[in-house]
């Protein structure tokens, strides 16, 4: 079991910049490929980005392309989404999941979830 925890949501006004992290206890998450998700009021969770089990490897929406990188320490055992250029459309509910196999955009494939942390921009 791995138990994933976000952190690094807020209030940032358009443009701004924002780090979330995502933090892994119970096991080690060097071994599964990661991924960000969101889901805005009113709508579908929808994925963001994702990176393989090393690092080598990633993933993005085309929405969030050129604004948004995932990265990971497998050291610390988490993984992180550097958030420029925010726009009041990035407002969502920001959760990491995680997986054993490659990486992966559909939620149905990820086996692990946090709670999710709150992103707020405004206009």
């Known amino acids: 079991q791995v138990q994933l925890v976000e952190s690094g949501g807020g209030l940032v006004q358009a443009g701004g910049s924002l780090r979330l992290a995502c933090a892994a206890s119970?096991?080690?998450?060097?071994?599964?490929?990661t991924g960000w998700f969101r889901q805005a009021p009113g709508k579908e969770r929808e994925f963001v980005a994702t990176?393989?089990?090393?690092?080598?490897?990633?993933y993005y929406a085309d929405s969030v392309k050129g604004r948004f990188t995932i990265s990971r320490d497998n050291d610390k055992n988490t993984v992180y989404l550097q958030k420029n250029s925010l726009k009041p459309d990035d407002t969502a509910v920001y959760s990491c999941?995680?997986?054993?196999?490659?990486?992966?955009?559909?939620?149905?494939?990820?086996?692990?979830w946090g709670q999710g942390t709150q992103v707020t921009v405004s206009s």
């Open positions: 119970g096991r080690t998450l060097s071994t599964y490929a």
């Open positions: 999941a995680a997986q054993s196999g490659s990486t992966r955009t559909r939620i149905a494939e990820y086996d692990y």
């Open positions: 990176i393989s089990w090393g690092g080598g490897t990633s």
